[in-house]
């Protein structure tokens, strides 16, 4: 299996840019987690979705964040209009259906840099 | 609300000195709980986990870590580090709301390890 795959790797964008990370989950998994990693704020869970629905959005952090999962292989995390602040590195995991707390795995993520 | 507090920010240690990370939870139940890896321009990896059951998880690459509920910590431990250890170590809890799959992660310890 290939894993978790995202891209791009790297994206560097302008202040007030539209940003779409995009994240395929390994095949056959349910669940689909996307985080964001800063040296201020450490590891953070945006949302969560299991069987392509929104189950917690707490962690997004304002109405510029969006995600969606259109079908179990493709899910996107778009910034609209994006700032310095954004910058950080996304990741995302993904879970098989076995059973609760269930092992995540997570892609190489997608460093971004607003300017 | 749960958290998860890793002490330590960087540990050094020599190549076949023992080695032990501090991690320790606030959370009303039992918890589920998780230790992963971070290589450098890597995703996460899961060293192993715990739910229930015997209290020392052996996990992969000769990591181990044992629960203490009454010191509330899930400490990992290796007996014998490698060069290639050298790696940022996540612990993290699982959040009873989603079912456990919302992961509460600690700030990490970056471990160098020393020739």
């Known amino acids: 299996d290939a894993g978790v795959i995202q891209s791009p790797r790297h994206e560097v964008t302008e202040m007030g840019q539209e940003v779409t990370l995009r994240c395929k989950p390994i095949?056959?998994?349910?669940?689909l987690f996307w985080y964001r990693q800063t040296m201020m704020r450490g590891l953070e869970l945006l949302i969560y979705?299991?069987?392509?629905?929104?189950?917690?959005d707490s962690g997004m952090p304002e109405d510029r964040f969006s995600a969606k999962m259109p079908n179990a292989s493709f899910s996107t995390l778009k910034i609209q209009p994006s700032e310095p602040r954004d910058s950080a590195v996304y990741f995302c995991?993904?879970?098989?259906?076995?059973?609760?707390?269930?092992?995540?795995?997570f892609g190489p993520g997608t460093r971004l840099t607003v300017l | 609300a749960q958290s998860v507090t890793q002490p330590d920010i960087h540990i050094t240690v020599s190549e076949g000195a023992s080695l032990e990370l501090r991690c320790n939870y606030s959370?009303?139940?039992?918890?589920?709980l998780f230790w992963y890896v971070q290589s450098p321009g890597q995703g996460l990896q899961l060293l192993l986990k715990?739910?229930?059951?015997?209290?020392l998880v052996q996990g992969i690459k000769g990591f181990e870590a044992e629960f203490k509920r009454s010191q509330s910590s899930f400490n990992l431990r290796k007996p014998s580090v490698h060069w290639s250890d050298a790696a940022e170590y996540f612990c993290?809890?699982?959040?009873?709301?989603?079912?456990?799959?919302?992961?509460?992660f600690g700030a990490g310890t970056r471990l160098a390890v020393h020739p």
């Open positions: 995991a993904s879970s098989p259906r076995r059973g609760e707390g269930d092992t995540q795995y």
């Open positions: 095949s056959g998994h349910d669940y």
């Open positions: 979705f299991n069987n392509n629905v929104p189950i917690d």
């Open positions: 959370y009303g139940a039992t918890p589920y």
């Open positions: 715990y739910f229930s059951g015997d209290t």
């Open positions: 993290a809890v699982g959040a009873p709301s989603g079912g456990y799959n919302k992961l509460i």
